[in-house]
């Protein structure tokens, strides 16, 4: 089992930054970020790999970095220009075996998941 507990969420107006972190109890090879706004379905946002390439979510290209520091088990997502329609429950999610890169980033392909932190854009 992997434990995962995010956090770094908040309010902020359109075009402002926040940086949501996710601490790990174990390292893994595939971890992502993903977001789920009212009434939508859960989406793929960032993921990085065990070589550290990295994919991105066309809506966040540009705007987010995923990163991860290996030493402490921590994932990072900084996210710049915010835009309203970001506004969702982020969550953090682990695979041992998920594949980052190529392919589109799907909640089925990672099997560990935190519980959340909100982040709310105002415009």
């Known amino acids: 089992q992997v434990q995962l507990v995010e956090s770094g969420g908040g309010s902020v107006q359109a075009g402002g930054s926040l940086r949501l972190s996710c601490a790990a109890s174990?390292?893994?090879?595939?971890m992502g970020w993903f977001r789920q706004g009212p009434g939508k379905e859960r989406e793929g946002v960032a993921a990085i790999g065990r070589d550290g390439g990295t994919s991105y979510a066309d809506y966040v290209k540009g705007r987010f970095t995923i990163s991860r520091d290996n030493a402490k088990n921590i994932l990072y997502l900084q996210m710049n220009s915010l835009k309203p329609e970001d506004t969702a429950m982020y969550y953090c999610?682990?695979?041992?075996?998920?594949?980052?890169?190529?392919?589109?980033?799907?909640?089925?392909?990672?099997?560990?998941w935190g519980r959340g932190t909100q982040v709310t854009v105002s415009s």
């Open positions: 999610a682990a695979d041992y075996w998920a594949v980052v890169g190529g392919k589109a980033i799907r909640p089925k392909d990672f099997t560990y």
């Open positions: 174990k390292y893994t090879h595939s």
